[in-house]
């Protein structure tokens, strides 16, 4: 076979293959830009959505945040202007008892009776008061100055230390409280703060020991309901679920028309009697 003919197979075998496989690789290879353009546009689209999708989570976390800070704004402001309108209840205690008290002040205030301390350097280590006429007479001032203040105005610090959130001085004061007036009718209320002290402080074994010598000592007094809702309440969060729905059954059983047995209701459900 002659040279002419050889190359004129080869260029016929080289044209058949180009037909054969030029097909399928050949058509990519020619659409293969438009095809890169557009995925292109594909991932364009994309990251516009996305970035958009960011820019809503943004917003959305920024509303979220100014609202939880306006939220905690008020109830700061809340919790203070409770706290001022006790001291305000406070205050008006307080003037009141120096109202009724006025006439015994303004009587050793004045100035004909006024007393001066001389130190008696002789006779006694005691001070002498010299009245104003020229009288003198042994210094018991000291001793009453030095008097333990009433139950009324021991209660009534105690409270004030308790809504200030001063509890371990609020405990304090209370234990000072009932070593002076241990048979006192305000002991009910002293042990009562007592319990709720010792429940801000997550002690609540020693909150459930006051709440039970309250019930011992005043079975039927007037805080009572709220004791044993108090109890109630201790007990689910101690995991006892047993003891707080039987303690939320006698709330409910002895007062049932008190706001702790409805509360009691609303948290432990109805009482079996009264189903």
């Not at 809503?56 to 509303?63: A, D, G, K």
């Not at 704004?73 to 008892?97: C, P």
């Not at 009324?152 to 001063?166: A, K």
């Amino acid at each position: 076979m002659n040279r002419p003919v050889i190359r004129l197979l080869i260029v016929v075998s080289v044209f058949a293959a180009t037909l054969v496989f030029g097909g399928c690789w050949g058509r990519n290879f020619w659409n293969a830009p438009e095809a890169t353009l557009a995925i292109d546009s594909k991932m364009d689209s994309l990251l516009e959505e996305n970035a958009l999708l960011q820019r809503r989570i943004y917003h959305l976390e920024t509303m979220l945040e100014g609202q939880q800070e306006q939220l905690r704004r008020s109830g700061a402001r809340s919790s203070m202007d409770l706290e001022e309108i006790k001291d305000q209840i406070n205050a008006l205690y307080v003037l009141l008892e120096e109202e009724q008290q006025a006439p015994v002040q303004r009587s050793v205030r004045h100035p004909s009776t006024q007393t001066r301390v001389i130190p008696d350097t002789v006779s006694s280590p005691d001070p002498l008061l010299v009245t104003g006429d020229g009288a003198v007479s042994s210094s018991d001032s000291a001793a009453a100055a030095a008097a333990v203040p009433t139950p009324e105005e021991m209660y009534r610090q105690i409270y004030l230390d308790f809504s200030r959130m001063e509890y371990e001085i609020a405990l304090e004061e209370s234990e000072e409280f009932l070593r002076e007036y241990p048979g006192d009718p305000m002991t009910e209320d002293v042990r009562y703060v007592r319990g709720e002290c010792y429940l801000e402080l997550d002690k609540d074994h020693d909150a459930l020991r006051e709440f039970s010598t309250i019930l011992q000592d005043y079975p039927r007094g007037k805080k009572t309901p709220a004791v044993l809702l108090r109890m109630a309440i201790t007990y689910d969060r101690t995991g006892d679920s047993e003891l707080a729905r039987g303690v939320a059954d006698r709330l409910i059983r002895e007062y049932p028309d008190s706001e702790e047995a409805a509360e009691a209701r609303e948290r432990f459900g109805d009482s079996p009697d009264e189903q």
